[in-house]
Each structure stands twice: as C-alpha cells, then as structure tokens.
C-alpha cells in the first residue's frame, strides 16, 4: 500500500487549484475576447476552420470589388449606345427633312452641317473611358478607337481591338465587361460619311431617300449598311449589354447570400455563447470554493493559516 503524506495531499491540492484557477481564466477570456480561442493551441479544428471561413469572405469581399467594377463598365456602356440610338433617330430626322423637295441646296447643306457635328459626336462616344480605360477599344484599353492625328474628319480606327475583357464574379464564373466597338462604329462611321456624300450632291428627294434608305457596297468590296440597320444593331447591342447587367445583379445577389451564410456558420464556430458560458463559469467556481473548502479540512490547520 502507497504511503500517502501531508505533502502528497498539498501537492494534489495546489495541482487541483491551479487546474481550477486555468479554468476559470479560460471561460473569462472567451467572455472578454467573444471568441471561443484566443490561439490556434487551443482547438486546432476550430482555427483551421476559422481560416477557411475568413478566406470565403475575402473571396467574396474581391468578387464584390469586381462585380462593382463591371457594373461601371456595363452602365457606362449602356448610356453610351443610349446616347448612339438618339443620334441616329436624329439623323434619321435630319435626313427625312433633307429628302423634302421643299429644301434648297443651301438648306441641305445646312441640314448636313448638323449630320457632320452628330458624327463628330458619335467619334467621342466611342472614345467613352471608364476611368483611364477605353471601354470599346477591345483589349486595347490604353488606346482611342479615333485618332485625330490624320485630321478630325479621317480618324484612324485602331485595329485588332476585337478583344473580349473578362472579370471573375465568383468561384469559376467570369462575365464579359467591353463591347469591342472597332465594327460597330466603323459601320456608324462609313454611313454617315454616306450621307455627307448623298447631301454634298445636288440628289433629289427620291435619290436621297433610295440612297440613304438601302444597304450599299463600298469600293472595297464592302458593305454600307442603312440607318435602319445600324439602329437595329445598336439596340441588339444594348440587350446583350442589358443582359449581362442582369447577370451581373444576380451574382451580386448569391454573394450577398453567400456571405450572410458564411459568416453565421464562422460565427457558430468561434464566436462565445454567453449564456452557455457564464453558466460554465459559475459552475467551475463552485466547484473551485468547494474544492478550497475541502483543501482547507486536508492540510494541517497550521499550514492554512500559515497560506492566509
């Protein structure tokens, strides 16, 4: 049979008490700090845990940047193929006003000063920037679809700007935020180079409206469209720019859902139940003022008095 001494019993007794006083610290620290662990040693699954969640939400904090982003892109590209289809509904005005046998050459020309303006007009809008950034220069973003470097009414269309620019909007999913512009506005550009030819002439009515009202070929071997067509291009353009913005607003959504659901679960994970833990708390004082109490009957009374 073990020899149990006086120092035994003292020794189990300040190892129970240090145990206990641990305890106690660890149930306060986790109702000062909120968190179940103040380090990784305290639950290792806990923290690996932790850090896969805080991940998920700086992923989705970055998707978010991005989205706001290609909202940018997309709303800046929608108003400028709105201002497009306005100035070809206005040329289309002006060229119905020209057609009229009422006008004189003196008033056509007039008519065509204001066509020439609209043109110039529609050169700036597909020169539209978002920030430092040509949204319709394809992937040449540093770059202006026109130049006026050949002289204001021959700009040089750059080429090779057909590029898509793409942004991620979540795990694996991207969306397109350009409009390569280089086709479109070449087409804008060749009909209403078409119609300051029409109204420099001295055409008729009929000779204005059949020239301006049909598709035509150019010298090269290429088409110029007619104004219907290039406003019905421009509207084709503007829904698939409308349908990305949906898309768009739809990932913005299951992100704002994915966030709230990854941080309840990181929540539930690290964060403190106060109730739960207040109720651990006092238990363990109890059991440490019982534990004191019994230490005190233990060891010699000289020895606790000696301790107080």
Same mark, same amino acid.
């Given at each position: 049979?073990?020899?149990?001494?006086?120092?035994?019993? @003292?020794?189990?007794?300040?190892?129970?008490?240090?145990?206990?006083?641990?305890?106690?610290?660890?149930?306060?620290?986790?109702?000062?700090?909120?968190?179940?662990?103040?380090?990784?040693? %305290?639950?290792?699954?806990?923290?690996?845990?932790?850090?896969?969640?805080?991940?998920?939400?700086?992923?989705?904090?970055?998707?978010?940047?991005?989205?706001?982003?290609?909202?940018?892109?997309?709303?800046?590209? %929608?108003?400028?193929?709105?201002?497009?289809?306005? =100035?070809?509904?206005? #040329?289309?005005?002006?060229? #119905?006003?020209?057609?009229?046998?009422?006008?004189?050459?003196?008033?056509?020309?007039?008519?065509?000063?204001?066509?020439? &303006?609209?043109?110039?007009?529609?050169?700036?809008?597909?020169?539209?920037?978002?920030?430092?950034?040509?949204? !319709?220069?394809?992937?040449?973003? @540093?770059?202006?679809?026109?130049?006026? $470097?050949?002289?204001?009414?021959?700009?040089?269309?750059?080429?090779?700007?057909?590029?898509?620019?793409?942004?991620?909007? !979540? /795990?694996?999913?991207?969306?397109?935020?350009?409009?390569?512009?280089? /086709?479109?506005?070449?087409?804008? /550009?060749?009909?209403?180079?078409?119609?300051?030819? #029409?109204? &420099? @002439?001295?055409?008729?009515?009929?000779?204005?409206?059949? =020239?301006?009202?049909?598709?035509?070929? /150019?010298?090269?071997?290429?088409?110029?469209?007619?104004? %219907?067509?290039?406003?019905?291009?421009?509207?084709?353009?503007?829904?698939?720019?409308?349908?990305?913005?949906?898309?768009?607003?739809?990932?913005?959504?299951?992100? %704002?859902?994915? =966030?709230?659901?990854?941080?309840?679960?990181?929540?539930?994970?690290?964060?403190?139940?106060?109730?739960?833990?207040?109720? $651990?708390? #006092?238990?363990?004082?109890?059991?440490?003022?019982?534990?004191?109490?019994?230490?005190?009957?233990?060891?010699? $009374?000289?020895?606790?008095? !000696?301790?107080?």
């Amino acid at each position: 049979m073990t020899r149990v001494t006086q120092s035994m019993l @003292s020794s189990n007794m300040l190892r129970n008490l240090n145990s206990s006083y641990n305890k106690m610290s660890k149930y306060q620290d986790m109702l000062n700090s909120g968190k179940v662990i103040t380090r990784p040693s %305290d639950d290792p699954v806990v923290a690996v845990k932790g850090m896969g969640y805080r991940v998920e939400l700086d992923k989705n904090e970055q998707y978010k940047r991005n989205i706001r982003e290609a909202h940018t892109w997309l709303d800046s590209t %929608d108003e400028a193929l709105d201002q497009v289809g306005s =100035a070809m509904k206005r #040329v289309k005005e002006l060229i #119905v006003q020209a057609a009229n046998d009422t006008n004189t050459a003196d008033d056509r020309q007039k008519i065509n000063a204001e066509i020439k &303006q609209i043109k110039q007009q529609l050169r700036d809008i597909a020169n539209t920037k978002v920030g430092e950034n040509y949204i !319709f220069s394809g992937t040449h973003t @540093s770059k202006p679809l026109y130049t006026d $470097q050949t002289g204001p009414q021959n700009p040089a269309i750059t080429t090779g700007a057909a590029g898509e620019i793409k942004i991620n909007v !979540f /795990d694996g999913i991207s969306t397109k935020l350009n409009t390569p512009g280089n /086709d479109f506005f070449k087409e804008i /550009d060749d009909f209403m180079g078409r119609v300051d030819t #029409v109204l &420099q @002439s001295n055409a008729t009515s009929e000779e204005i409206s059949s =020239a301006l009202g049909l598709e035509m070929t /150019d010298g090269g071997g290429g088409n110029i469209p007619a104004l %219907d067509g290039v406003y019905e291009k421009t509207l084709t353009l503007r829904a698939e720019v409308g349908a990305r913005q949906n898309r768009v607003e739809m990932m913005e959504n299951r992100l %704002d859902v994915q =966030a709230i659901n990854v941080t309840k679960q990181k929540s539930l994970n690290e964060d403190t139940d106060y109730a739960e833990t207040i109720t $651990q708390m #006092v238990t363990q004082e109890s059991i440490h003022q019982a534990a004191l109490s019994v230490g005190a009957k233990v060891i010699q $009374q000289t020895l606790v008095d !000696f301790i107080r």
